[in-house]
């Protein structure tokens, strides 16, 4: 987060409240949010790309990725900061409508939405659904004639593109569940079925996500030149041209200082180049773009704050040893390091250290060895029980990926702004998990 300074006595501040406070006032675990950084970035993006996209379509829609992480507080910012918002499910759906955001700003995602899921959006007014199957668009349809509703509608399209992190393969045909695939013919069949019930389904455009924590501009690239054959094709086959096109999320984080993330401003600039060249070639209106962050402007908002419960020396062969540093949270809180091999870092966040560094590892208290935090840190020799252990860039896909494992209660989100500290998800309290387990 953005406003982590180290006081005089080496304790971390954030949003200018002290950690040691947050620690005593609201317990650790603890998710930090700094609300300014949360903030500032959803506005360089929406910037970012109005900047980029104004003299070609009259700007850009940046819809904020709700799975990356939702609150009802959160929904309100990102509506606060004239973004959109991109729900994934009807629990996603029900915090937005609870914040209060108007139905045309939000777009629902899912490959397999439920009926009462797109009733619920329908019935919301939501301003797109994202259509993943066929079956989703007789669904659609089907809910809207009930309904007495025209759906407004995208078309998932798989481009053959699959990004990992620092490198992106352009493939013919990419073997995962989600969309219509662009080189068997089936996106332009999709478009062909989505056109045939004009007084239900409205076809806004197509969308293209390519994977998830993604450095390298190319594979960008190369989708948004794929999506756009098609977008072309469509206007040359049905004299239709779709006013919308959607080039996703995935932009990537710096976890550690091995990442490079992208600039929203790098990342606009060379969408636009790209959109406005094939538009241009084939004599056809720029469309309305949107894109599809979380991660990036969830992830750095956030660190999660510990406290050490344990210090071990583990004898590994020979005579060397490792430091394990037991912390009071782990893969209840934090999946990813178990899940995806995921590199996090820490550091000592309440008092200032003389000691040698030495590397450590930093575990949780869940009952299974892969509960790890951060597989290696240099942290000062003396830690020990009662210090606090911060690890950044944990606002995306930990909050809301996190889990009771061994009935261990989530942590609150605590939210920093001017010196002030408020809780804008309460800490699960044993009561909680009880409460759904029938006696
Ligand atoms: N749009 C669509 C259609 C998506 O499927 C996703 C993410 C996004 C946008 C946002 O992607 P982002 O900008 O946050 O990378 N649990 C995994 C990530 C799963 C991403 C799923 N889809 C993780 O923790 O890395």
């Not at 954030?14 to 506005?43: L, N, W």
């Not at 619920?120 to 079956?135: C, M, N, T």
């Not at 041209?241 to 992208?262: C, K, N, V, W």
Request: proline letters at 4%.
């Amino acid at each position: 987060a953005r406003s982590v300074r180290r006081a005089r006595d080496g304790a971390l501040t954030v949003g200018g409240v002290d950690v040691r406070d947050i620690a005593a006032e609201f317990g650790t675990p603890a998710y930090v949010i700094d609300e300014e950084d949360f903030r500032g970035r959803a506005r360089e993006f929406k910037e970012a790309f109005a900047e980029a996209f104004g003299d070609l379509c009259g700007g850009a829609d940046v819809y904020y990725a709700g799975k990356a992480f939702l609150c009802t507080q959160v929904a309100r910012w990102v509506h606060e900061e004239g973004l959109h918002l991109d729900v994934c499910s009807g629990g996603e759906l029900a915090v937005a409508i609870r914040a209060g955001v108007p139905g045309e700003r939000i777009g629902l995602h899912g490959n397999n939405k439920s009926v009462a899921e797109i009733e619920a959006a329908l019935r919301h007014g939501v301003g797109r659904i994202v259509l993943d199957s066929f079956e989703e668009i007789d669904r659609v349809a089907g809910a809207a004639q009930r309904l007495g509703v025209v759906a407004p509608v995208l078309i998932r399209v798989t481009v053959g593109v699959e990004a990992h992190t620092h490198e992106y393969i352009a493939t013919a045909h990419e073997d995962q569940k989600f969309g219509f695939s662009l080189s068997g013919g089936q996106a332009a069949e999709a478009v062909r079925r989505v056109l045939e019930h004009p007084a239900y389904l409205s076809l806004k455009g197509l969308h293209s996500h390519i994977g998830s924590q993604i450095f390298d501009v190319s594979g960008f690239e190369v989708a948004a030149r794929r999506v756009m054959g098609l977008h072309l094709d469509v206007a040359r086959e049905h004299g239709v041209e779709l006013p919308e096109l959607d080039l996703g999320g995935g932009f990537g984080i710096a976890y550690t200082t091995q990442h490079d993330p992208l600039a929203p401003k790098v990342l606009a600039a060379g969408m636009a180049e790209i959109v406005a060249r094939e538009c241009r070639a084939d004599g056809v209106a720029v469309p309305r773009i949107s894109v599809e962050p979380g991660r990036a402007i969830a992830g750095p908002s956030t660190f999660t704050l510990y406290e050490v419960g344990t210090v071990k020396e583990v004898l590994l062969d020979g005579a060397a040893t490792r430091t394990y540093v037991a912390v009071d949270g782990g893969m209840s809180d934090n999946i990813r390091p178990a899940l995806y091999d995921a590199d996090y870092s820490c550091t000592l966040a309440n008092r200032r250290s003389e000691a040698l560094p030495a590397l450590a590892r930093v575990v949780g208290k869940h009952c299974e060895s892969g509960d790890i935090i951060v597989k290696d840190e240099f942290l000062p020799s003396d830690v020990a029980p009662g210090d606090l252990i911060a690890v950044p860039g944990t606002g995306a896909y930990c909050r809301s990926l996190s889990s009771q494992y061994n009935h261990v209660p989530r942590p609150p989100v605590v939210a920093v702004r001017d010196g002030v500290a408020r809780v804008i998800v309460r800490r699960e309290s044993i009561e909680d998990i009880l409460a759904l387990d029938v006696e």
